[in-house]
């Protein structure tokens, strides 16, 4: 049902938005599964126009400076990580709970040691299942993340087709580069040094060919650098403080670096072309925000590794659902999404909408955090690191 708000747009239900009338209604969300996990290549038909642009005129400071930040930033992911650090999955997932003071059930990320877990399917865990369950959330966590960076690749090429501004091409084209590192060094990892890669997980997937198939350049930009990457920017950072795995750390500290660029190139771009659109058409902006915020909550539910470890899948997405140390973990993912969100101005154009559902969806309590537009220079630490050997 379709109705008309204040502001003269005509408004989405839930049920076309996300499928689903109830955020949290969990037979509709297990229902997303991936039924074709042999699938080799996927395709998804989008319509974007490519434009040239014959003003070549360099107008944009931020993005120049962002651009010049990007080219003396680039690393190698095969020179500047060390390979030939071994990993021990059992041994990490062991010493990861130790460090982080959490006993073996500090392999459900976020929970506490003294967390009572009987009457739930963990009831009868004991080391060695907590082990299993560190392992292969580890896979699947990278896994989804490598998926996750090809989406990325795709999203930030169209976006140097699509873009107007000549300095939004430029910088975007340094993003590709990045994004293939980024690609490059999660499927090594994987590869190498972790034991199984998971296919990509529905919700993504259905968010990422939203992303792809949409013909609006911006649409791209908000669903990949602000939503998608403002979301790994907060995850990675998560996972580099929790892990004690030399290799994994330094890699995601270097990914991270580049990250923050992305989701400024992101705020910066989205912030000049904001200020242009009418409130029917932010609206439209926030229920892309709104619809990518469910789906990647959605998504960090894990099923298939509930699946894979052969517990019962609705009663412990329940459990993780209700539980109050995942639920913050849960909203710290959105951390870095929500204020870069209002410093777009996106949660209260139209009337607040977006301010309403994240606040219905527990993240809004980040509005005011630090948002990405400039944090880039604080965590560059490829140019850090250059510094100290150059010293
Ligand atoms: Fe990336
Ligand atoms: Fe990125």
Redesign the pocket.
Known sequence: MKTQSQSGSTERTNEEMIGRADVNDLEAILSVTNTDVDEIVHLIRAEQDALFTWDYERSRGALIKLYEKAKTSQWNAETDLDWSIDVDQEKVVLANAEQNAMGASGALAGLAPDTDLADTPFAKFGEKEWIQLGIESQNWTLSQFLHG?QG?LIC?AQIVETVPWIDAKYYAST?VM??AR?VEVFAKYLNEKLSGMYPINAHLRMLLDDIIADSRWDMTYLG??IMV?GL?LAAFGFIHTLTTEPLLKKLLRY?MA??AR??AFGVLSLKEYYGELTAKEMRERQEFAFEAAVRMRDRFLQQEVWDRLGLPVKDVVKLMMDLPERQFFQAMLFSKIVPNCKKLGLLDAADGWLRERFTEIGVIQFEDWVDTGEEYEALDEVAKDRAAVAS
């Open positions: 960076e990325a930030t993003q990045d994004e980024h990949m650098q990457e790994a990914v580049d990250e992305h989701v």
